[in-house]
């Protein structure tokens, strides 16, 4: 009735504005009947949220944009022998929300090391009937150790203790009373934190000790979630007090640190932000680090020779303090061993406030030649490109710490694992695989400096938002450091995990991933890859990418802030994009069906048969007739039974086809006789979306004279049909060939349906191996038998 009511009331409205007005108020329209599937409707009012003042409509931070605020001031001391650390940290937090808050969430990560975490308890393992030696390592280590955060006591400003509960991994501090909006509150934490061996539980943080045969014996520490952490407080959350299952990262508030490391007094520690007593280096070590600031190649400030003297004879007693400072970051991340050798060069860059950042990598002698060559130079390399692509690195330096970590990130600085192989000879070497997966590590882990460390997404609940993105931009990275570099983006390499089973949409929540690595960075990437060379062009995507990265750098957006952001900056809508790659497990199969070639029919009758004759010819007769050549018909052995009808055919032209012709060409008018004479070739092409996933149609015609040309065919083309379209292309020329996506740029999965004609599918065979031999008890026995006898002896083996 109120629709009646209302479309009465704008009878004088245009039919598709009576529509919109109708659909403001009554919600969102059903799409459609029967089985037609609408890929190209809009998101907002539906599965996005409603634009509000902290996040409006064009993806932007709307004008009571807000975020929290807390600042660190802590001193920590390794106690290598231990293997503990201990720490105390002021805390102070500043709530910049709307809202009076009564308590305050803070992230416990290491409680997952705990035997009764969540994580721990909520473990999995596949069906395989084998366990791993590794995983027997790590059952007996947490049967006698066991880690996470202990001795915890919370003081508040006065000294009073202040209460808290633990649930799992995450701690509540209870406010002695509501923290007013502009407020801030300061308390202080007293921590023990006993630091795991990484390659035995595994983990992003921990230590490696060199103890087996001829290794010296030292050990390499990786500070990372190694304080208790504020949890995040949103305008879209509320908390974020999701528990750390051990993959969805880390979701976390800026602030400034102030951070004290006491270790021992021979090694050197890398850290957030910048060395505030430099004066705990030698002098001619302050002396190469300033030379290093202007130097083409990366210089030496702990030398190999003085990383080995200082490993030769470690230190037995006496520690040195190490200052840092960093502002404006959202995580704090350490790493420090004897055994370090330290390099560095500065990287020039256009900016007032960092013009010039320090690119360092920290390494035992295990790493080298391959860290000497590669680490520096990887980072470099990353701030030029991502630079770029986002913004100016905000950060006064850029390093790289080799570990027991594979690749992890923090605020300027990662931690990175690939090596080079020393034989049981002695003799040392590096894979291809080592040096390109150092390359590609260092530009990935650096490059999250850029998303998420200062895009401040949130990982754990969307991990393609600094993972993909991050990828993506690697992908661009190592394409520019070689173009053969290995790199994962191509769109035919994701075709296998696009057709696979047991797959989520990209947007799915982190700890529901399936398939992590190919959902969280392969695919994102790989989409982003192509919205850029083939939906959008380089030009309105990188445009559309940087103002993104530049809205949100150092707050936190949203997958919508993204989406937004893409489409209002290029001006195209994408609906229809997100939908299939980021919402959907549909695939890019796009089949060419079928192609027929037409043209305009004469209006001379004669013309029309003959023609009509010479497509009748062209077909095989009857082959029943063909066989019967060789015996006479009765019209041919009896002239009386032909007639009018045996000297004339279907094809012959009536007097009064030629009189309606002349009829007809009387009463054209001028646009019909002008039309009559339109002469080129008119080709319909049948395409079918066998994947479901809605893509342009990049479409390559050959033509007879030798020539061919490329059309791009719009994604809109499937708007009114997502299963089945039928599109038109008209040339002068003769078509011999067409082929869908000649580059292989959509990450079509078959290619064999996208060629006219079709193509043979060529492959080769491999014989099969030869079957394994029977079960013999008695040769495996080494036992034998003469041919004149079944008593058995053993056989000698020489």
Same mark, same amino acid.
């Given at each position: 009735m109120r629709v009646g009511l209302l479309l009465a009331s704008v009878a004088g409205v245009s039919l598709m504005a009576q529509a919109a007005l109708a659909q403001q108020s009554i919600g969102p329209i059903d799409q459609s009947k029967g089985s037609f599937e609408d890929k190209f409707r809009q998101f907002e009012g539906e599965d996005w949220p409603t634009p509000t003042d902290y996040r409006n409509a064009s993806g932007a931070p709307g004008h009571r944009y807000w975020q929290q605020q807390v600042d660190y001031d802590i001193d920590v001391s390794l106690d290598e022998g231990r293997r503990t650390l201990t720490g105390r940290e002021a805390v102070t937090y500043t709530n910049n929300s709307p809202d009076a808050l009564g308590y305050l969430w803070l992230l416990l990560d290491q409680q997952n090391y705990r035997r009764d975490s969540l994580a721990e308890r909520s473990r999995t393992y596949g069906n395989s009937e084998t366990v791993s030696v590794n995983e027997i390592r790590r059952i007996e280590r947490f049967q006698d150790w066991e880690g996470g955060f202990n001795d915890l006591r919370i003081t508040g400003p006065d000294g009073q203790a202040v209460p808290f509960t633990i649930v799992d991994s995450m701690l509540r501090v209870e406010l002695p009373r509501p923290l007013a909006t502009g407020q801030s509150f300061t308390f202080t934490i007293d921590f023990t934190l006993p630091m795991p061996e990484t390659n035995v539980v595994g983990g992003r943080s921990g230590y490696e000790c060199f103890t087996k045969a001829h290794e010296d014996g030292n050990c390499i520490f990786l500070a990372a979630q190694w304080f208790p952490r504020l949890a995040v407080y949103s305008d879209y959350e509320g908390w974020h007090n999701a528990q750390f299952l051990g993959s969805g990262e880390f979701t976390l508030e800026f602030g400034d640190y102030d951070v004290s490391i006491t270790a021992p007094a021979d090694h050197v520690v890398a850290a957030t932000g910048e060395l505030q007593n430099p004066d705990i280096l030698n002098a001619e070590q302050r002396a190469r680090l300033d030379r290093a600031r202007s130097a083409d190649e990366p210089v030496y400030i702990v030398t190999p020779q003085e990383a080995a003297a200082a490993e030769s004879r470690p230190a037995r007693s006496g520690t040195r303090t190490w200052n840092f400072s960093a502002d404006n970051v959202r995580d704090f991340g350490w790493a420090s061993s004897r055994k370090f050798i330290w390099d560095a060069m500065g990287v020039d860059q256009q900016s007032a406030e960092h013009p010039v950042v320090m690119a360092m990598s920290f390494y035992p002698k295990e790493a080298r030649p391959l860290w000497d060559a590669y680490s520096t130079k990887s980072?470099?390399?990353?701030?030029?490109?991502?630079?770029?692509f986002a913004f100016t690195y905000p950060y006064p330096t850029a390093q790289s710490v080799n570990g027991p970590v594979g690749g992890m990130e923090y605020p300027m600085i990662t931690f990175n694992g690939p090596r080079p192989v020393r034989a049981d000879d002695g003799s040392l070497t590096y894979t291809e695989r080592a040096k390109n997966g150092l390359?590609?590590?260092?530009?990935?882990?650096?490059?999250?400096?850029?998303?998420? /460390?200062?895009?401040?997404?949130?990982? *754990?609940?969307?991990?393609? /938002?600094?993972?993909?993105?991050?990828?993506?931009?690697?992908?661009?990275?190592?394409?520019?450091?070689?173009?053969?570099?290995?790199?994962?983006?191509?769109?035919?390499?994701?075709?296998?995990?696009?057709?696979?089973?047991?797959?989520?949409?990209?947007m799915t929540h982190s700890d529901s991933l399936l398939q992590f690595g190919n959902n969280a960075y392969a695919k994102p990437a790989t989409a982003l890859v192509i919205l850029r060379e083939t939906v959008l062009g380089r030009e309105l995507f990188d445009r559309a990418f940087r103002e993104y990265a530049q809205r949100w750098a150092f707050k936190r957006p949203t997958p919508y802030d993204f989406f937004r952001t893409m489409e209002e900056s290029s001006g195209v809508d994408l609906d229809w994009f997100w939908r299939g790659w980021f919402y959907s497990t549909d695939h890019v199969d796009i089949a060419l069906e079928g192609v027929t070639a037409a043209r305009l029919e004469s209006a001379d009758?004669?013309?029309r048969a003959r023609a009509a004759r010479d497509r009748f010819e062209a077909e095989p007769g009857s082959l029943t007739a063909a066989r019967n050549q060789d015996i006479e018909t009765v019209v041919e052995r009896d002239p009386a039974t032909r007639d009018f009808y045996n000297q004339t055919d279907r094809f012959t032209v009536t007097a009064q086809q030629r009189r309606d012709a002349?009829? !007809? !060409?009387?009463?054209?008018?001028?646009?019909?006789?002008?039309?009559?004479?339109?002469?080129?070739?008119?080709?319909?092409?049948?395409? *079918?979306?066998?994947?479901?996933?809605? /893509?342009?149609?990049?479409?390559?015609?050959?033509?007879?004279?030798?020539?061919?040309?490329?059309? *791009?065919?719009?994604?809109e083309v499937w708007r009114r049909n997502s299963r089945q379209v039928v599109w038109q292309h008209v040339s002068s020329k003769t078509l011999t060939g067409a082929e869908i996506d000649p580059l292989w740029e959509t990450a079509d999965a078959d290619r064999n349906n996208n060629f006219y004609p079709q193509r043979i599918d060529a492959r080769s065979l491999r014989l099969s191996p030869a079957p394994p031999p029977g079960e013999n008890r008695m040769r495996d026995s080494d036992v034998e038998v003469s041919p004149d006898s079944t008593a058995s002896r053993v056989r000698r083996r020489d």
């Open positions: 980072i470099a390399h990353t701030l030029d490109v991502y630079n770029q390359i590609g590590v260092v530009i990935h882990e650096v490059g999250h400096t850029y998303f998420p /460390m200062i895009v401040n997404s949130d990982e *754990r609940q969307w991990t393609w /938002m600094d993972e993909g993105l991050n990828s993506f931009l690697q992908f661009q990275a190592e394409k520019l450091w070689d173009h053969d570099f290995p790199a994962r983006g191509e769109p035919k390499d994701i075709v296998e995990y696009m057709v696979s089973q047991d797959q989520v949409p990209v009758p004669e013309v002349e009829a !007809a !060409a009387r009463k054209a008018d001028e646009d019909r006789r002008a039309a009559q004479g339109f002469d080129d070739n008119i080709y319909r092409f049948t395409f *079918r979306n066998v994947g479901g996933l809605v /893509m342009p149609v990049i479409l390559k015609l050959t033509y007879s004279d030798g020539s061919d040309e490329t059309i *791009r065919i719009p994604a």
